[in-house]
């Protein structure tokens, strides 16, 4: 499943056959279209494209390149549309001074007038930028500041206007322009230019933007993606980008469709809204297994803790585009059906948002039912602190089923354990994490410390503690990058 969030299906390249290319986008799994307006006229038929067709969805707005356009009648009627049912966003607008069509001040002009309009419609904007970031990010941000008053105190914002959600759409930018939209909260689109031959820099710009925060479009009918570059393009070449973002990602391209369909769900309300709850979900080749949301942490990097620090993002509480947080745990019999057939998978893991190894019992019957059903392997995720919750060794109840355990270090030292994780046994937690890792070595065949590289985490010292202190393996993985 994947969903364009970005053509112009009311392009007269499309006069004759609109009903053909929209079948082709749903047999390639483009469940839905957003279709761009570019002028109040394209805005129009953006508008009875979107009630016409059940997967296409609109959005109003005056590109850049027209900006003179922006009137005060255009104003009012694009006030209009944007209240008509499936209008979804204000776009595209923005600022292009690459071509430069309209002068930059009246660009500018009419991006204020529709970053005023979004926050009236409480739509998010679909910014379209071309060598302009200079301007564009310090009007955004203009726009998300309430007035200052003379006497320098701030003035509520009129109306109490949100501030303004949005999407960069075919992005272009560098590495800063990405770090810097991202600050400002906005979604990042990639286009068919993503595939390129010559968009190495730009690759190499994706591979470091959380997929939490990302979108992907065809801007069709131009930039068809490579090998068709130069054709008329189309939503069902949304695939091909979605499959370069895969590779660039280490993920298959169902995670992509998944995450980024999430995405702009969560930004546009379009496309099926993501199942809630998940107890077997699969992220690449393996399958994971979501027993319990409790947990003995209240790690400051997890999102089951903190939702707050992930507020914004997008992402909590989802892993990879699947929704965690269940309504109650579930029992064996309904994670047993949940897993299905088990050696369709590489591997399955018991993780979650949560520790599995408070539900030991019920982690074992699964465990050993999944062996039974044809599981090639099976991998425990766990905090360390299964001996702690129990009160004895719980190492012997995994031996012989749990073919791997990652457990997680997460600092090198007790104290920094207790700030960082918050465990509910306190100050003793650390040593007791050891001492489950050194009790796996030799039982169960392959054993991992792992680190949430978070700030001020000297990684080097976990690392020694880990292969030198322990004798076991090391991973190390970025705190904003889950699953
Ligand atoms: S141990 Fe895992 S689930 Fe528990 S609080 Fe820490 S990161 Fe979250
Ligand atoms: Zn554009
Ligand atoms: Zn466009």
């Known amino acids: 499943m994947l969903i364009d969030t970005h053509c112009h299906l009311d392009d007269p390249a499309y006069a004759h056959d609109l009903g053909a290319v929209l079948g082709r986008a749903v047999d390639a799994g483009v469940g839905a279209c957003l279709t761009i307006g570019t002028d109040v006229a394209s805005s129009r038929r953006a508008v009875a494209l979107a009630a016409a067709h059940p997967n296409v969805w609109a959005a109003v707005g005056i590109h850049p390149q027209d900006a003179v356009q922006w009137t005060d009648d255009a104003d009012a009627a694009l006030e209009a549309l944007a209240g008509q049912p499936k209008v979804v966003a204000i ?174 769900h969560a930004l546009f309300g379009i496309g099926p809204a993501p199942a809630r709850g998940v107890i077997a979900y699969p992220i690449r080749d393996s399958l994971y297994l979501n027993l319990t949301n409790a947990c003995t942490d209240r790690c400051r990097f997890c999102a089951l803790s903190e939702p707050e620090f992930w507020e914004g993002t997008g992402a909590a509480p989802f892993v990879k585009g699947h929704h965690l947080r269940m309504p109650r745990d579930p029992t064996s019999e309904e994670l047993i059906q949940a897993a299905g057939d088990p050696s369709r998978y590489r591997e399955v893991v018991f993780c979650g948002y949560g520790e599995p190894t408070i539900r030991l019992q019920v982690l074992v019957e699964v465990a050993r039912a999944l062996k039974a059903n044809g599981a090639r392997r099976i991998r425990l995720d766990t905090n360390g602190h299964g001996n702690l919750i129990h009160q004895r060794s719980i190492v012997p109840d995994l031996a012989g089923l749990v073919d791997e355990v990652s457990v997680s270090l997460n600092t090198a030292t007790a104290q920094q354990y207790v700030e960082i994780c918050r465990p509910t046994f306190g100050a003793p937690t650390y040593e007791a994490i050891k001492t489950f890792i050194r009790e796996c070595k030799g039982v169960i065949p392959s054993v991992t410390a792992t680190v949430v590289a978070m700030p001020g985490v000297d990684v080097e010292a976990c690392r020694r503690i880990a292969v030198e202190e322990l004798g076991v393996q090391y991973r190390a993985r970025p705190y904003d990058d889950v699953g």
């Open 91 to 264: 776009g595209e607008v923005g600022l292009d001074y690459f071509r430069e069509a309209s002068p930059r001040a009246q660009q500018q002009a009419a991006l204020r007038r529709a970053l005023r309009l979004a926050q009236r419609r409480r739509l998010p904007v679909i910014l379209h930028c071309r060598d302009a970031w200079g301007d564009l990010f310090p009007l955004l941000r203009e726009a998300r500041t309430p007035p200052i008053a003379p006497q320098g105190l701030p003035l509520v914002a009129p109306q109490g206007l949100p501030l303004v959600a949005g999407v960069l759409h075919c992005f272009t930018g560098d590495a800063a322009a990405a770090t810097t939209a991202l600050e400002l909260g906005l979604t990042i689109s990639f286009a068919g230019n993503l595939t390129f031959k010559n968009a190495e820099p730009l690759r190499a710009v994706a591979r470091r933007i959380p997929i939490e925060r990302m979108v992907v479009e065809t801007d069709a009918p131009y930039l068809a993606p490579h090998p068709l570059r130069g054709q008329r393009n189309e939503p069902a070449h949304v695939t091909k980008t979605a499959a370069v973002l895969a590779e660039l990602k280490g993920l298959s391209v169902e995670d992509v469709g998944r995450i980024t369909s999430v995405n702009a």
